[in-house]
């Protein structure tokens, strides 16, 4: 008790020295690059060449409001054999040490997703310094740097353009999936599942590529466009899904929030009529039968008629129920030929019921686990909807039809 | 000096809670996940009722020698020369169990916030604060829980309640898949680290001021903190799976990563982890105190005071070889450490318990009583 | 607990040197003429003492004097209730009484003098002091007695409301420089014969009277006589301000929080006593004493009771949350803006790392300098005369806040976060807390710069031991919450429960007589149509 | 280098600030005790501060225990 003041003062002199000697992970707002959007791209045989879309503040906010001269962003790159290697090369070109704690989105190109994207993979989930939240995208048919380099108007930096576009069209479009790197490494990891990253394609005129005109068009020349599914096998990429395909996968995972489902007319094959899914309830469920799983999906959507083309009476339950049962041919179709491709063509399980036969009986699991893939192609995938149209918003009948009385 | 501090039972119950999340918040979903699997929480729930045997264990020892510290049993049963090498060798495993701590800590902080900083220099700071407190004495370590106990309680629980959206109830699923074998032999290392350490707290348990209801403020705090484990073992494995669990080796930390409050809020884990140092700090701090004591009171010293400053200046460099790296550090905690722990957690209290009991038996009428 | 604070200063040897020198008489003589004497000489011949000699009695047969300090002792009373009975009396029924008894300073004192405060002494000591202090003093040739006439009356300034702590509902006087107004104010609100007070008189030279005031029966007994043994042991020559007391008699002076608390105001002392607190006045200075005092006591106006509960709650709540700006604001910033950047979001990230662009220091000096400017503002406003002091922040405030910036010495985030700062400090209603958490801020930078969060929270924690740790008069400092006290905690930091909830006396101060308010009893009307 | 001035400096202080009142107390024992861990902990700290390596303590247990 004497001395504790003695003490304190020791102990607080052992603490200034350190507190002067310290500052060894300190770095300054103004030292770092924050890096918004990354891109990987394979370069020669073996190397990779990785691109960093880095922010330059001043541009983006600052005492000009963001009319100044500068691009809102730069793009360094380097190619090198791993990313950690290569990112610290990356200080070669640029004056601060690029920060990755901001990312947004992270771009593979199609090549590389094709050999695999183990090598990268570990440090992004090893480091400290990387989030957990951020996009993953493969860019279909380009290299990812090029998508990289488009200016964007409505957001400043190419990087949140790229990052809402996803939000958004993952939840009201059903084509997309917003795959963060989190269900990336879970879905490679898992031996029940695979895993699927969106795509996204460059359209338009290339020469438009790095220029600012393109910003500055009302129509711009040259568009990111997300669209599609890229199907992983491991963490190879094995191929695409198209639209339809796409957008059955997204059913069965319930991915979707909302999306619209176009139907033809029962009378008229060309005129169209959409509904607009509001709810989506989805149950997968497992049985097995004869020591053998098989795969029961019932998928009840709620919906309503938000274009109707046709000359229907909506008044009548007949005609809203014939629009549920279109519903749900088109939504099981749309399923079924997901599930066909995937069985078939890729064979690679991205809906999970590895998982699912796993929960529901672990000792078959055991003894499937190592070709899951190869088991899967075999399984009975029976699916049921049951669509229901609430409302039609305000008018009963369709225009065409008020037009003709 | 330092017997006549007292702390009351319901400080006691919160230090002991602390003492038992400290370290193991961050590292036993992981221990546990790596064998169990999905059935970690199962796992956890076997270790708690093995811990609260052990409390029991404890707290008859406790009431057996009432006012005495186990160094003091230790003395008295086994005599002077016998108890005192007993006694250094109980001093030697608080040592090593601080150290343990003090590394966790450090390699938990280099790992996940400060790659940069030498983990000396996270070392020195912790060390500076424990060794003024432990300085303070325990009543004022008592305080001090009383002062952050409700934060850090409060802040698990929004914690917990911030995953809840992140639930993903069939990670749980299939329940006992491979049998309870994996899941036994997944609790004994749980068992080992913060339950066996208890003994340690028989050196503080005379402090307490009312000995009934110390007894009931060791179970509580037990089932307190081992409740906590448990939750955070579960949600681990409900948010992450149990795959990432295991893997992961904070899976704790790993899990506050997956906290977001809107587009505002988010990577809020340094603030969860924050929670994490106090509660370590806690731990540290406690067994700082107990080494120190231990050592007091092994030789018996008149205070322990003047020995907290060397203490400090030893345990650092002891921190940095104890072990090359984490996977040793992990690998020792599964193996090597339940059995270290067993010696000192079980088996020296179960015969300490015997030696008295028969003792009381024999010889209670002829001797009236053994202290100087 | 031992107060090591009870030092001996080193003047010690002065006042004995001074004493050596003037006092030569320990008694008063019987002579006259050698008292006067005695008098002139040990006060320097002063020319504001005043020596009036006067012959009594019916054949003016008692030489007499009468002596005073102009200035001190009121001169009016002096002319009117001593001195003028005293001459005018001779026809009177003075020569037979006096003829009957020998004693006629007896006789003075108990039929001439319509004065209320009449003392007789042998010392000498005494009388001087008397006289130093605006007594009249009447001394006869032939007696070795005098008496002591209380004629105190000196200017003084008038009741006004304090200025240290000011609010919006609730009583507007301050305590003033004289005791004795101090003591009446107490009074004035508890009318209770339990309401006592001591008296002592501390300081070699000064001769201070320090006054201790509690409420038998509900304070500690043990505090009682813990303050008055820790007034009792102060030796020094002085006593100048409540301040040297606070000093002299707190537990452990090695902390930068007060342990005792001090107030301007009668309704704070006058609450405190309730709680069962002791309350020390000082004579010459309107700050009160009031021990023991918690942590959280420092966090609470008066007006926090005459408030609704629930709205003092609610600014309670404020406070407790501008307290925990007011240390760690410029601390959490540099720490996140040098160490956790990715929990910025990345707009506001964006924004910061522009306005940071071309700014020559690191944030932690750029955040000490603009501290460091703030503090030197604030103590000029305080010290300059208060016309200029105006200027001078207003001068500050744009120097700092536009020029800075636009010369791009600092950020303008960083003078965001240090004007916050500035004003959550002033929240604090006690001024030496505030004090306490300004130090401490700079502390807190030191370590986020260094550490990150994680410094902080070892700051914070060393911090919180160091509270713990500390006692006044054997209260813990953190009281109700560590240790803990449910029951206590109705009235903390961050809580003030309505006073029909508030049923106890807080167990800091006091241990018999808890009960506060009946329970049982409904003082609250039920409201009309209920039921 | 500098570390191992600093390991000096800071313990020389302890020694100056502990071990005065201990021998003004005349508390042997304890100063024999102090010492003891003071001199073991400043060496420890010199020798890993120089980088030689050390083996762990923990080898010795797991030794005893046999594994």
Redesign the interface.
């Known amino acids: ?8 003062k ?2 607080m ?3 200034c ?3 002067i ?10 030292d ?1 690059a ?1 890096s ?1 959007a990354m891109g990987i791209d394979k370069q020669g045989e073996k190397q990779i060449l990785l691109s960093d879309q880095v ?1 330059i ?2 541009a ?3 005492k000009e409001g963001g009319t100044s001269t500068i691009a809102p962003v730069v793009l360094f790159q380097t190619s090198g054999y791993g990313i950690q290697e290569t990112a610290r090369k990356m200080t070669k070109r640029s004056t601060r040490k690029i ?1 990755v ?2 990312l ?1 989105i992270l771009i593979f190109g199609e090549e590389f997703a094709k050999e695999g994207l183990a090598k990268v993979l570990d440090h992004i989930t090893r480091d ?2 990387y ?3 951020f996009y993953v995208a493969v860019a279909r048919g380009s290299k990812a740097q090029d998508i990289l380099k488009v200016f964007t108007a409505l957001e400043k930096t190419p990087a ?1 353009k790229l990052k809402s576009a996803l939000d958004v069209s993952s939840k009201v479009w059903g084509e997309t999936s917003a795959i963060k790197i989190d269900d990336l490494v ?1 879905a490679i ?2 031996k029940g599942k695979e895993a699927v990253v969106t795509g996204i394609t460059l359209e338009g005129d290339r020469k438009f590529i790095n220029k600012k005109q393109n910003a500055e068009k009302i129509s711009a020349p040259v568009k990111q466009i997300y669209s599609n599914l890229a199907v992983f096998k491991k963490d190879k990429l094995v191929g695409w899904l198209n639209e339809q395909e796409s957008i059955g996968y997204n059913y069965i995972q319930k991915n979707i929030k909302s999306t619209s489902v176009l139907l033809s007319c029962p009378k008229d094959n060309n005129k169209k009529i959409t509904v607009e899914l509001l709810n989506l309830k989805n149950e997968t469920k497992v049985v097995m039968k004869n020591g053998k799983p098989v795969i029961h999906l019932n998928i009840k959507t709620e919906g309503v008629i938000s274009d109707a083309q046709c000359s229907m009476d909506f008044t009548k339950p007949f005609s809203i129920s014939q629009v549920e049962q279109l519903t749900n041919n088109k939504i099981q179709k749309s399923i079924l030929l997901s599930v066909n491709t995937l069985q078939h063509k890729y064979k690679s399980d991205i809906f999970g019921f590895g ?1 699912e036969v ?3 009986s ?1 000792e078959y699991w055991e003894h499937v686990k190592n070709n899951w893939n190869e088991v899967f192609s075999g399984i009975p995938v029976h699916v049921q909807v049951k669509s229901k149209v609430r409302q039609m918003y305000k008018t009963s009948k369709s225009f065409l039809e008020r037009m003709e009385e | 000096m330092a017997k006549k501090e007292k702390i009351e039972s319901t400080q006691f119950r919160k230090l002991i809670s602390l003492y038992i999340i400290g370290t193991s918040i961050l590292l036993i979903p992981s221990i546990l996940a790596s064998e169990a699997k999905q059935d970690a929480w199962f796992s956890a729930i076997i270790g708690m009722s093995a811990g609260l045997l052990l409390v029991w264990l404890y707290h008859t020892l406790g009431s057996f020698f009432p006012g005495k510290t186990l160094v003091e049993c230790n003395k008295e049963i086994f005599g002077k020369w016998l108890g005192t090498l007993l006694s250094f060798l109980m001093f030697m495993f608080s040592l090593i169990l601080t150290t343990l701590v003090l590394r966790n800590l450090g390699d938990f902080l280099t790992s996940s916030m400060f790659p940069e900083t030498p983990i000396s220099a996270i070392h020195i700071v912790y060390l500076c604060i424990v060794a003024i407190g432990a300085r303070y004495g325990i009543s004022n370590i008592a305080r001090t829980s009383d002062l952050f106990s409700p934060w850090i309680f409060s802040l698990f629980f929004i914690f917990v309640l911030l995953l809840i959206p992140k639930f993903e109830w069939k990670h749980i699923q299939p329940i006992l898949a491979k049998g309870v074998t994996p899941v036994l032999h997944s609790s004994i290392p749980y068992i080992g680290f913060p339950f066996l350490e208890l003994v340690l707290l028989l050196m503080i348990f005379p402090c307490v001021e009312n000995p009934k209801k110390a007894g009931k403020a060791f179970f509580t705090g037990t089932l307190i903190g081992a409740f906590v484990l448990f939750t955070i073992t579960l949600i681990s494995i409900f948010v992450l799976g149990a795959e990432s669990t295991a893997s992961n080796i904070y899976a704790s930390f790993e899990l506050a990563k997956k906290i977001e409050i809107g587009e505002f809020i988010q990577r809020v884990e340094v603030i969860i982890a924050l929670i994490w140092f106090i509660t370590i700090f806690f731990k540290l701090i406690i067994c700082f105190y107990i080494t120190v004591f231990c050592l007091s009171q092994t030789l018996n010293l008149s205070d322990y005071r003047p020995l907290t400053l060397p203490m400090a200046m030893l345990l650092l460099p002891l921190s940095i070889i104890i072990s090359p790296n984490i996977s040793y550090l992990i690998s020792f905690d599964t193996t090597v450490w339940p059995l270290y722990a067993l010696t000192f957690g079980l088996v020296l209290p179960l015969i300490l318990l015997g030696v008295a009991f028969m003792k009381k038996k024999f010889f209670s009428k002829n001797r009236p009583s053994q202290a100087e | 607990m031992k107060t090591k604070s009870l030092r001996k200063t080193k003047r010690t040897q002065i006042s004995t040197t001074h004493k050596d020198v003037n006092h030569q008489a320990l008694y008063i003589s019987t002579k006259l003429q050698e008292n006067i004497q005695n008098i002139t000489k040990s006060l320097g011949q002063s020319p504001d003492i005043i020596v009036r000699e006067c012959r009594l009695g019916r054949q003016n047969q008692i030489q007499a004097a009468i002596i005073y300090t102009t200035g001190l002792a009121d001169t009016k009373l002096v002319n009117k209730f001593i001195i003028e009975p005293l001459l005018t009396n001779h026809q009177n029924d003075f020569f037979e009484i006096q003829s009957k008894h020998e004693d006629s300073l007896h006789v003075i004192k108990q039929l001439l003098l319509p004065v209320g405060g009449i003392q007789e002494t042998m010392n000498f000591d005494t009388v001087l002091t008397k006289i130093l202090s605006g007594d009249t003093v009447l001394l006869c040739q032939g007696y070795d007695r005098c008496l002591l006439i209380a004629s105190k009356g000196w200017k003084q300034r008038g009741i006004e409301e304090p200025t240290s702590q000011t609010v919006i509902r609730g009583p507007k006087e301050g305590f003033t420089e004289n005791i004795a107004t101090n003591i009446a104010m107490i009074r004035r609100k508890i009318k209770d014969s339990n309401l006592w007070l001591e008296s002592f008189q501390v300081g070699r030279v000064t001769k201070t009277s320090v006054s201790i005031m509690y409420v038998n029966g509900i304070a500690k007994e043990k505090v009682v006589n813990e303050v008055r043994d820790r007034i009792k042991r102060i030796d020094i020559d002085g006593i100048l301000e409540s301040g040297y007391i606070e000093e002299l008699i707190q537990d452990k002076t090695f902390t930068l929080f007060p342990t005792i608390y001090n107030t301007e105001r009668p309704d704070v002392i006058a609450g405190g006593l309730l709680e069962g607190r002791v309350a020390i006045l000082v004579d010459g200075t309107p700050f009160v004493l009031l021990v023991p005092a918690i942590f959280t006591q420092f966090f609470q106006s008066a007006e926090d009771y005459y408030q609704r509960s629930d709205i003092s709650t609610l600014l309670r709540v404020l406070r407790y949350f501008s307290l925990i700006i007011s240390m760690l604001g410029p601390a959490f910033y540099i720490a996140i803006t040098t160490f956790h950047q990715d929990m910025l979001p990345p707009q506001l990230l964006i924004s910061l790392s522009a306005q940071r662009e071309g700014i020559p220091f690191p944030a932690f000096v750029e955040a000490f300098l603009m501290e460091l400017t703030f503090e030197l503002l604030r103590e000029a406003g305080t010290r300059l005369p208060r016309a200029v002091g105006q200027t001078i922040s207003i001068v500050g405030a744009l120097v700092i806040g536009q020029a800075a910036i636009q010369a791009g010495i600092v950020s303008p985030a960083m003078v965001i976060v240090v004007s916050i700062t500035a004003i959550a400090s002033f929240t604090i209603p006690s001024y030496n807390m505030a004090i306490a958490f300004r130090i401490l801020r700079f502390a807190m930078m030191t370590l986020a710069a260094s550490f990150g969060l994680f410094g902080i929270v070892a700051g914070f924690i060393l911090h919180i031991q160091n509270v713990c740790h500390l006692h006044s008069f054997g209260v813990p400092y953190m009281y109700p919450f560590g240790p803990n006290n449910t029951e206590d905690k109705k009235d903390t930091l961050y809580l003030r429960v309505p006073w029909w909830k508030m049923t106890k006396r807080p167990k800091t101060a006091s241990e018999k007589n808890v009960i506060r308010e009946n329970g049982t009893s409904v003082s609250k009307p039920e409201p009309e149509g209920s039921g | 280098m500098w570390s191992v001035i600093i390991i000096l400096v800071i313990s020389i202080l302890i020694t100056v600030f502990e071990g005065r009142t201990l021998l003004k107390e005349k508390k042997w024992k304890e100063l024999c005790t102090f010492s003891v861990l003071l001199l073991a902990g400043c060496i420890l700290n010199i020798v890993v501060s120089i980088g030689i390596e050390v083996p762990t303590p923990l080898e010795w247990i797991r030794m005893i225990y046999g594994l």
């Open positions: 008790m004497v001395d504790t003041k003695r003490l304190i020791i102990l002199f052992i603490l020295t350190i507190i000697v310290g500052c060894w992970n300190r770095r300054e707002l103004n770092l924050v918004v922010l503040p001043e983006i906010s600052g920060y704690g901001q947004q400290h310094e989030r957990r939240d949140t879970s990891i898992s998982e796993e929960r529901k672990p």
